[in-house]
């Protein structure tokens, strides 16, 4: 079957000729929305042990992570021999240059590893740390034929201020504009992360949304749909005022979804289109015990029904 989104599963090999694998790693940074800096408490959807693999804890160096990471997809993916660093939990751009410098160095200097990704907040960068994060690409690594690949991912999540003071983002959407147009200036590929179903957002905001997507100086775009994690303020909320929010079915997610795409620029790599948090964190997990790849497998299904594609309605401003 033709593919009718253009996924980011094979990038890495199309672009440098093999598959490369992320390391979640945790370097104990935190979020300025919970130090108080901008707010306490976190988003309120949010549970970083949710999505925290077993070999990434805090407690560990950066190479200990590395090298428990490699062995951790070693089963799955054998031929796999260069890697990135993904620091993903918390605000990876949440402290003075001089650390991150450091972290990241520490990183970069493990010889499994070709490149960095860094997740982090838009209110968490500034002109110093992206020329920084800018200077690491020209690096070269023995063995690695190409240059250092880096890559920056903003938690923008949605496109909607009342929603972002909702959710306790702590910041606006504008913020999130100029961050990811500063960072594709300096020649960084852009990642961006929005979450589907957020409380007050209607099927409709979420089409009308994609052509502020599309207006985004982006590489690629992580979607996922919203997910009621127990403990925190978001599953309170919806106990309380289930009306508020709008929970897809998985035959709806599916539609919702095949919308979005086809209203996405064509150019947009595709890196997720569906959550996943072990079953031990929610309640009951809303559509049984399916997986990712089984949902990807369904959205080409029915994207191939429709006989659609993305980018089929994208219209150029």
Same mark, same amino acid.
């Given at each position: ?54 070999y990434s ?44 410098? #450091?972290? =990241? ?10 490149? /960095?990704?860094?997740?982090? !907040? &838009? $209110? ?113 909320e919806f ?6 929010? #709008?929970? =897809? ?10 919308? /979005?795409?086809?209203?996405? !620029? &064509? $150019? ?27 949902i990807i ?21």
């Amino acid at each position: 079957m033709e593919r009718r989104f253009n996924s980011f599963v094979g990038y890495y090999k199309e672009r440098y000729g093999e598959r490369l694998q992320k390391l979640v790693l945790d370097a104990g940074f935190t979020c300025p929305n919970r130090d108080g800096k901008v707010g306490v408490g976190g988003c309120t959807y949010c549970d970083n042990a949710s999505f925290h693999p077993g070999y990434s804890t805090a407690g560990k160096s950066l190479h200990e992570q590395i090298d428990e990471g490699i062995e951790f997809h070693r089963v799955r993916y054998r031929n796999t021999t260069h890697y990135l660093a993904y620091f993903q939990s918390f605000s990876n751009t949440y402290a003075p240059l001089e650390r991150l410098r #450091k972290v =990241y160095e520490e990183a970069l200097s493990h010889p499994s590893v070709v490149g /960095i990704v860094i997740g982090t !907040r &838009p $209110d968490c960068v500034d002109d110093e740390k992206l020329d920084y994060i800018s200077s690491l690409k020209g690096r070269e690594k023995e063995g690695w034929p190409h240059e250092m690949i880096v890559t920056l991912e903003y938690g923008i999540e949605s496109c909607y201020d009342a929603t972002l003071k909702r959710i306790n983002r702590g910041h606006d959407f504008d913020t999130a504009r100029r961050a990811v147009e500063k960072t594709a200036e300096r020649g960084i590929d852009v990642g961006a992360h929005f979450i589907l179903g957020l409380p007050g957002e209607t099927r409709e905001m979420l089409l009308d949304q994609c052509d502020t997507i599309n207006s985004l100086p982006l590489r690629s775009i992580k979607f996922h749909q919203l997910q009621l994690v127990k403990g925190t303020r978001m599953k309170a909320e919806f106990e309380a005022h289930p009306e508020e929010f #709008k929970r =897809y079915s998985l035959d709806e997610y599916l539609d919702l979804m095949t919308d /979005i795409l086809e209203r996405l !620029r &064509p $150019d947009l790599y595709i890196e997720r289109v569906v959550g996943e948090v072990p079953p031990r964190f929610v309640d009951t997990p809303e559509w049984g015990l399916i997986r990712n790849f089984q949902i990807i497998d369904l959205l080409e299904q029915r994207m191939e029904s429709r006989k659609t594609y993305q980018g089929r309605l994208y219209m150029p401003a």
